[in-house]
């Protein structure tokens, strides 16, 4: 399965969200059972510059290499976990970008999402469900949250540095949210009939 970072500024939290997520799915039964395994899929890494297509994903027509790559990363996964903050009530452009960029790839295939943010990013979770959707994606019910002021640890410093790095540590239950979830995910994977990629 692809776990996708769905941030990439910066000094992001992305990449320590999606590790406590890796980290969590490697105690899972069918992780550890060899039934499945998880592919990072950081967007910062992927080089997509804004949606330059001539032709809507729907056709499969990519003109660009960029496209091309990013279309063989997504394929070879079966299920997603996707990881967004919240930006402004919904995800980062970034990874609305990301998705657009695509369509059969992501077609019948099962995601669950984590949010992260100052309020938990619930809205960005419930835009994300929307999106995925709309790309034809079975999206399990729910979403596990984790809020800047109870799932991280802050440095003293943060009281008047921006900037300061919070340590990652979420409430014991979000880890049972999550394992929860990624047994559906697993399910539903079971279940799902990838469409072939034109
Ligand atoms: C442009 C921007 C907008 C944000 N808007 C929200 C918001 O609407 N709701 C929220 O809960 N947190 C919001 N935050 C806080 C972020 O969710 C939080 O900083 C998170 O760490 C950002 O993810 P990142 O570190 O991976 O970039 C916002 C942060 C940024 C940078």
Known sequence: MGLVVGSSRPG????????????????????????????????????????????????????????????SVVAACDAFIFVTPEYNNSVPAVLKNAIDYLDAEWRGKPAVMLSYGARGGGQAAEHLRVILSEVGMTVVPGHVELHLFTDFKWPAESATDPTAHARIAPAPERAAELALLATHLVDASRGAAPVPVR
Do not use: C, K, N
């Not at 992305?14 to 967007?43: F, K, N, Q």
């Open 12 to 71: 992001r939290r992305g990449p320590a969200v999606a590790g406590w997520v890796a980290e969590t799915m490697a105690g899972h039964p069918a992780v550890r059972a060899g039934e499945m395994s998880v592919e990072l899929i950081d967007l910062a890494e992927q080089g997509l510059p804004l949606l330059d297509e001539p032709v809507p994903a729907r056709f499969g027509d990519y003109r660009h290499e960029h496209t091309r790559r990013w279309s």
